[in-house]
């Protein structure tokens, strides 16, 4: 009964221990299915991220595909100018303007040359003409100036006492002439500068007013004392120098029918205002050169109207 018993016990646990086996191994079954159904899933949730992540790919590219880039706009070639002590980033912007042709502007003339003016193109000349239309170079210096050895109504040097040589020469035969004839000349003024002549229109000017002024005195520039070929004279007992009183005189007619011998003319005659642009100066001679002085003397006629020139307005 024993032996049996003891059989029976030991079936029993051959048989638990392969029951606990086939639990175990029923175990690790089930969990091993349960890894792989785990790892499956896994890979199913992999590839579904894979595939949304490749779909979002391709939904990108064709958003961006689909989006226009900006036209790119040309801008005008442009200089930006910064302020560095400027706290604001921004500069102001320097379009470039395409250089354009310059217009000359006429130039304005002081109040003194505001009449039209020309340049004389030989001022050497002997007997060039200047006057109100027709000026000297403003640096015009004559040449070969020389003092007068004749009387003047002022003593000492000056510039004043000076002519260049060829009118010089002749005006001391001219004194002397007179002299021989018993008429007395004395010298007011000859040469004058341009900045002389500058200085004693303006002071005309502030006396008289501009358009006075140039009725009797030359605007710089245009004066004739320039050439260092005119001279004003006056009779030998001082009176009248260069002044409307001197018409009249023994001295202003004899020089009236003598100046043209020596080369001379009374350059603004009576009546010729017109056309010299001065009033009759009786006491003013300018040396031309006999041939012309002789011809222009004879005729009656102006310097202008020697040489065919425009007559010059007041």
């Known amino acids: 009964m024993k032996k049996y018993t003891i059989i029976v016990l030991a079936l029993l646990i051959i048989s638990g221990c392969q029951g606990r086996y086939y639990v175990v191994e029923e175990s690790t079954k089930i969990s091993n299915q349960q890894t792989k159904k785990d790892d499956k899933e896994m890979n199913t949730h992999h590839n579904l991220d894979d595939q949304k992540t490749s779909r979002d790919k391709v939904s990108t590219n064709e958003k961006q595909s689909n989006t226009k880039k900006p036209e790119q706009i040309k801008q005008p070639n442009i200089e930006i100018s910064q302020n560095p002590s400027s706290s604001v980033k921004e500069s102001p912007i320097v379009v470039k303007k395409e250089p354009s042709k310059s217009i000359k502007k006429p130039v304005e003339k002081p109040v003194e040359n505001k009449d039209s ?15 109100k239309s027709l000026s000297l170079p403003e640096n015009f210096v004559p040449q070969n100036l020389m003092y007068l050895n004749v009387p003047f109504i002022f003593s000492g040097n000056s510039e004043k006492r000076m002519m260049r040589k060829e009118a010089a020469i002749e005006l001391e035969r001219l004194f002397a002439g007179a002299k021989k004839d018993g008429v007395t000349l004395l010298g007011v003024s000859a040469y004058r500068s341009y900045r002389t002549q500058k200085a004693l229109f303006e002071r005309y000017v502030a006396i008289d007013g501009y358009e006075k002024a140039r009725t009797y005195s030359a605007v710089p520039g245009t ?19 260069a002044e409307d009183c001197f018409a009249g005189t023994i001295e202003a007619a004899w020089l009236e029918q003598n100046a043209a011998k020596y080369g001379f003319i009374i350059r603004y005659p009576k009546g010729k205002d017109m056309i010299t642009g001065y009033k009759y100066e009786p006491w003013h001679l300018r040396y031309v050169g006999k041939d012309v002085a002789v011809d222009v003397s004879t005729k ?11 007559p010059v307005s007041k």
């Open 117 to 131: 003016i020309q340049v004389v193109a030989q001022p050497n000349s002997i007997p060039v003409v200047v006057n």
């Open 223 to 241: 004066s004739e004392h320039q050439t260092g070929l005119a001279i004003d004279v006056t009779g030998g007992n001082g009176k009248c120098p």
């Open 300 to 310: 009656g006629i102006t310097l202008e109207e020697y040489f065919n020139t425009l």
